[in-house]
């Protein structure tokens, strides 16, 4: 059956906004096999129309606008923490972002089309595809790697256990396989007599080897925690509207302070705090006063982990850098670690001299970045690799393998965002960096949500979004190092590339009777 191009795109279109629904915070899976499969159909029907490579570029490309605009609505709340200036740049932002990022599901779709033969070919080339361009996009442009297909599993621990072999990227394929596989097996992949139903059985098999297979590796006890080790987050619920007030911002930070140290602090070994929790740059011999101020959260004979900005020292030539700063009580800095990704428009302006726009963050400077991802080592510490905000999204770049650490430290503010669907997935991408490196992961976010996660990626303690207060945890150990930490994203199309080519080697008798792939 073929659809006429327009109506394969409309199709497309509606399938990609549903798919949204499978995402962080609403998570209705039972959705992904309707919504993948009307745009495996989709795809697979046009194939016959004059010049079909564009015709798959076309019907990928609305299935991207309907997939991004919807899934990156709340990107616009940004822009309402000042509406009077930035405002205007909404729609913009809306349309701009589901066909700019539409453009890479266009390009899967496209490649997927040089799958030649028959119906499990077209099907297992699908998915390869599919696969291939969210790696792309992870690096693309500076890269932005937000809701690949595999991040619908983020909240069940055992169906996510896949991402410490293959990562993200290799449980999105994986993941694309077993939801089309009703519509490939109608279409003939797994031979002509009831290919629907055989396609079930694939599909219901596939998400069973997933969860059987995750249950085995998670063990059933809690995993063990660092000793002499006791973590406070703060999450003090500042709105992003009042966070930069000129008058407000020394009582935000002694607000901290007070957040900080009660009851129980004592017993607390670290206190952390979000991104840019301390407005003030506290860095230098000449931020003595705010130094101090925050100093006072430090637990005695610990550490106060904070996000401040960083400027250079004056008489320098005036950068900015958005930092990870530790302060022990004395005021004294034991370690810097300067943000290395910065998020376009929001910490700097790509083609600044040529574009009548300024960055939406507080100042007009843009941001310097830092000099990439390193394991910091502090006194009485475990070694951790921080990471600030969106630097947690990126698959495989969150870790510097020459100097494993033992756990990973995001600090985030996603208060931009309000009670939107962008906290819940900024926290879904993170829990996969725990199981894909095998390390716990320490998450502090200014409104939420903030949390302790284990590696198998099981989240031990939290505060939700919008929630004032503090949360007090151990530190889980880490795991040895995951296949994915040696090999990176490698695993996954390694993986790909086998099952593409299994047909070929199978001894015919063992085959399901698939149709030719020649």
């Given at each position: 059956?073929?659809?006429?191009k327009?109506?394969?795109?409309?199709?497309?279109?509606?399938?990609?906004?549903?798919?949204?629904?499978?995402?962080?915070?609403?998570?209705?899976?039972?959705?992904?096999?309707?919504?993948?499969?009307?745009?495996?159909?989709?795809?697979n029907s046009?194939?016959?129309?004059?010049?079909?490579?564009?015709?798959?570029?076309?019907?990928?490309?609305?299935?991207?606008?309907?997939?991004?605009?919807?899934g990156?609505?709340?990107?616009?709340?940004?822009?309402?923490?000042?509406?009077?200036?930035?405002?205007?740049?909404?729609?913009?932002?809306?349309?701009?972002?589901?066909?700019?990022l539409?453009?890479?599901?266009?390009?899967?779709?496209?490649?997927?089309?040089?799958?030649?033969?028959?119906?499990?070919?077209r099907?297992?080339?699908?998915?390869?595809?599919?696969?291939?361009?969210?790696?792309?996009?992870?690096?693309?442009?500076?890269?932005?790697?937000?809701?690949?297909?595999?991040?619908?599993?983020?909240f069940?621990?055992?169906?996510?256990?896949?991402?410490?072999?293959?990562?993200?990227f290799?449980?999105?394929?994986?993941?694309?396989?077993?939801?089309t596989?009703?519509?490939?097996?109608?279409?003939?992949?797994?031979?002509?007599?009831?290919?629907?139903?055989?396609?079930?059985?694939v599909?219901?098999?596939?998400?069973?080897?997933?969860?059987?297979?995750?249950?085995?590796?998670?063990?059933?006890?809690p995993?063990?925690?660092?000793?002499?080790?006791?973590?406070?987050?703060?999450?003090?619920?500042?709105?992003?509207?009042?966070?930069?007030?000129?008058?407000?911002?020394?009582?935000?930070?002694?607000?901290?302070?007070?957040?900080?140290?009660?009851?129980?602090?004592?017993?607390?070994?670290?206190?952390?705090?979000?991104?840019?929790?301390?407005?003030?740059?506290?860095?230098?011999?000449?931020?003595?006063?705010?130094?101090?101020?925050?100093?006072?959260?430090?637990?005695?004979?610990?550490w106060?982990?904070?996000?401040?900005?960083?400027?250079?020292?004056?008489?320098?030539?005036?950068r900015?850098?958005?930092?990870?700063?530790?302060?022990?009580?004395?005021?004294?800095?034991?370690?810097?670690?300067?943000k290395?990704?910065?998020?376009?428009?929001?910490?700097?302006?790509?083609?600044?001299?040529?574009?009548?726009?300024?960055?939406?963050t507080?100042?007009?400077?843009?941001?310097?970045p830092?000099?990439?991802?390193?394991?910091?080592?502090?006194?009485?510490?475990?070694?951790?690799?921080?990471?600030?905000?969106?630097?947690?999204?990126?698959?495989?770049?969150?870790?510097?393998?020459?100097?494993?650490?033992?756990?990973?430290?995001?600090?985030?503010?996603?208060?931009?965002?309000?009670?939107?669907?962008?906290?819940?997935?900024?926290?879904a991408?993170?829990?996969?960096r725990?199981?894909?490196?095998?390390?716990?992961?320490?998450?502090?976010?200014?409104?939420?949500?903030?949390?302790v996660?284990?590696?198998?990626?099981?989240?031990?303690?939290?505060?939700?979004?919008?929630?004032?207060?503090?949360?007090d945890?151990?530190?889980?150990?880490?795991?040895?190092?995951?296949?994915?930490?040696?090999?990176?994203?490698?695993?996954?199309?390694?993986?790909?590339?086998?099952f593409?080519?299994?047909?070929?080697?199978?001894?015919?008798?063992?085959?399901?009777?698939?149709?030719?792939?020649?």
């Amino acid at each position: 059956m073929t659809l006429p191009k327009l109506s394969a795109g409309w199709l497309a279109l509606v399938a990609g906004a549903a798919t949204v629904l499978a995402l962080p915070p609403f998570s209705w899976l039972p959705v992904l096999p309707f919504s993948l499969c009307a745009a495996y159909f989709a795809w697979n029907s046009v194939a016959v129309w004059p010049r079909p490579g564009r015709a798959r570029a076309f019907v990928g490309w609305m299935f991207g606008v309907g997939y991004f605009a919807a899934g990156l609505y709340w990107v616009s709340y940004a822009f309402l923490v000042d509406a009077e200036t930035y405002g205007w740049m909404i729609p913009f932002a809306l349309v701009g972002l589901g066909a700019g990022l539409g453009l890479f599901t266009a390009l899967a779709f496209w490649l997927a089309g040089f799958a030649k033969g028959g119906g499990f070919a077209r099907w297992a080339g699908f998915a390869a595809a599919w696969m291939a361009v969210e790696w792309v996009r992870s690096w693309a442009l500076t890269g932005f790697p937000w809701n690949p297909l595999g991040v619908v599993w983020a909240f069940h621990p055992a169906m996510i256990q896949g991402a410490a072999v293959v990562g993200v990227f290799g449980l999105s394929w994986y993941t694309l396989l077993a939801m089309t596989a009703p519509m490939a097996g109608h279409l003939g992949a797994f031979g002509a007599r009831k290919g629907a139903w055989k396609g079930v059985g694939v599909a219901v098999a596939m998400v069973a080897v997933q969860g059987l297979g995750g249950l085995a590796r998670v063990p059933d006890a809690p995993q063990p925690v660092q000793d002499g080790v006791l973590l406070r987050l703060v999450q003090p619920d500042i709105p992003q509207t009042l966070k930069w007030d000129p008058v407000l911002r020394r009582d935000h930070l002694v607000d901290q302070v007070i957040l900080s140290r009660a009851a129980g602090w004592e017993k607390v070994t670290h206190v952390i705090w979000s991104e840019t929790a301390a407005t003030f740059p506290i860095d230098g011999a000449e931020n003595t006063f705010a130094r101090n101020i925050v100093a006072q959260a430090a637990p005695p004979g610990g550490w106060l982990i904070t996000g401040a900005p960083r400027v250079s020292p004056q008489g320098e030539p005036r950068r900015l850098w958005n930092s990870v700063i530790a302060v022990d009580r004395d005021g004294e800095t034991g370690a810097i670690f300067d943000k290395a990704h910065l998020v376009p428009f929001g910490e700097y302006v790509p083609l600044g001299g040529i574009l009548p726009v300024t960055k939406i963050t507080a100042g007009r400077t843009d941001f310097s970045p830092g000099p990439g991802v390193r394991t910091v080592h502090l006194p009485g510490t475990p070694a951790y690799s921080p990471l600030v905000c969106y630097e947690v999204i990126f698959p495989g770049a969150v870790v510097d393998a020459a100097d494993r650490p033992e756990w990973l430290l995001n600090l985030t503010n996603d208060a931009w965002f309000g009670l939107s669907a962008g906290p819940h997935q900024h926290f879904a991408a993170a829990i996969f960096r725990a199981v894909e490196e095998g390390l716990p992961l320490v998450r502090d976010a200014n409104t939420g949500i903030s949390a302790v996660v284990d590696p198998y990626g099981r989240v031990v303690a939290s505060l939700d979004l919008g929630q004032r207060g503090v949360l007090d945890s151990p530190l889980p150990r880490p795991l040895s190092a995951t296949i994915y930490a040696w090999t990176g994203n490698w695993s996954g199309f390694l993986l790909a590339m086998v099952f593409i080519l299994a047909p070929y080697f199978i001894p015919s008798r063992l085959r399901l009777r698939l149709p030719t792939t020649t």
